[in-house]
């Protein structure tokens, strides 16, 4: 059995576009998503608004955190039967490498999803997904 | 014995913010240094609801609020010199919906401080520190120290 059950074949694609122009946060950190091989892709594209850390120059750490939890979001909401924004119980991130002024990229895994609580894993890179920039975990509550 | 004064902290914090772009952009401001906690503010701005419907702003938009204040906390500890010090991890608790239209604080302060690492605590709220609408724990990894040379010594103090 996989660690994955209960999980729709594939994404709901039509209801990820619709929730990526409804989160008004969503649209300001210019968040975008594209389907690669079945899985959801979610990019936070290169932008200097971001920068946390001049000298590096690096992004906002907490801007990379707030881009995976709404990647989690948004890859929860196409795998609902019936879509509708969930709602954020805990987030817990490592930071591995700094995100520099660069395109970033983020999967996610649903890992359980529940009548009420899913648990999904995030990770966040920029070169190589091998080499993530930040990995993290979220709880959702969903309606 | 502190290692910087009330408002030497102040000051350290308040150039360490305002070099920040994005705390710019968001409108982030050094509310106030009270010992070794520091409060930081987010005005409230309809750009960065998660919930258009309630208003409500994005969770993740207090993870910014927390890992810049908790961060920044780190320079405000009596127990260490200030330093330079990447987050290695943070976990939040999200309690409960921000109201809103209203503006955000955030306080933290360093719980735990070792040679290479400092423990930080903290919490956002709207009106009240009692009624937290997130938590937040995580810890700072001490890499340098930071060059304070260039601080007004404590009689100098403006603020």
């Not at chain 2, 919490?123 to 340098?144: D, F, L, M, Q």
Request: glycine letters at 6%; a negative charge.
């Amino acid at each position: 059995m996989a660690l994955v059950d209960n999980v729709r074949n594939s994404p709901n694609l039509a209801a990820l576009e619709v929730w990526l122009q409804k989160v008004p946060y969503a649209v300001f950190l210019g968040i975008k998503a594209e389907l690669n091989k079945g899985d959801i892709l979610f990019i936070l594209p290169e932008d200097k608004r971001l920068i946390g850390n001049p000298s590096l120059p690096a992004l906002h750490g907490g801007v990379v955190g707030a881009f995976m939890e709404q990647a989690a979001a948004l890859h929860l909401i196409a795998n609902m039967d019936n879509p509708a924004l969930p709602k954020i119980i805990n987030f817990s991130l490592d930071y591995l490498r700094p995100a520099r002024l660069r395109d970033t990229y983020a999967k996610c895994l649903l890992s359980r999803q529940g009548r009420f609580i899913s648990n999904i894993t995030i990770t966040a890179w920029q070169e190589h997904v091998d080499q993530p920039n930040a990995i993290a975990r979220a709880h959702f509550l969903t309606p | 014995m502190p290692v910087l004064s009330n408002s030497q902290k102040y000051n350290l914090v308040k150039i360490m913010n305002d070099h920040i772009p994005h705390a710019a952009l968001l409108g982030i401001q050094v509310e106030r240094i009270d010992g070794e906690e520091l409060t930081l503010k987010l005005p409230y701005q309809t750009v960065l609801v998660g919930d258009s419907d309630a208003g409500t702003l994005h969770g993740g938009v207090l993870t910014v609020l927390l890992d810049q204040t908790l961060g920044m906390a780190t320079v405000c500890c009596d127990a260490t010199e200030p330093s330079v010090t990447p987050t290695l991890d943070l976990r939040i608790d999200h309690l409960c919906v921000a109201p809103p239209g209203m503006d955000v604080f955030a306080s933290a302060r360093v719980y735990k401080a070792t040679r290479k690492i400092l423990f930080v605590e903290g919490c956002a709220y709207c009106e009240s520190k009692e009624n937290p609408i997130a938590r937040a724990t995580g810890s700072w990894v001490r890499v340098a120290d930071i060059d304070l040379s260039w601080l007004a010594p404590p009689d100098q103090d403006v603020v």
